[in-house]
């Protein structure tokens, strides 16, 4: 994250503490949410969504950036320097 403290304005210590579910997302996708260039991600359902469709389990959770699969192609123009140095 480009702003260590990003999580501290919305927790206070012993709720990032009890913080224990993560969301994997692209680590160019974490950075332009925690800089707030991006505040928004979606995502299509899928077949194993069943009848109900899609609902969120948890209210909090961390943006964790796995290194890999990231794909250049997925990414817009105006973030492609970023892309290319964190990636």
Do not use: C, Y
């Amino acid at each position: 994250m480009a702003d260590s403290t990003f999580g501290q304005r919305f927790l206070d210590s012993s709720q990032m503490n009890a913080v224990q579910i993560a969301f994997k997302e692209w680590a160019v996708v974490v950075e332009a949410i925690g800089s707030g260039r991006q505040i928004v991600i979606l995502r299509k359902g899928g077949i194993a969504e069943g009848v109900g469709g899609f609902k969120a389990e948890h209210d909090r959770f961390w943006l964790f950036p796995p290194r890999f699969p990231q794909q250049a192609k997925g990414v817009i123009d105006s973030e492609a320097a970023l892309f290319t140095r964190i990636s």
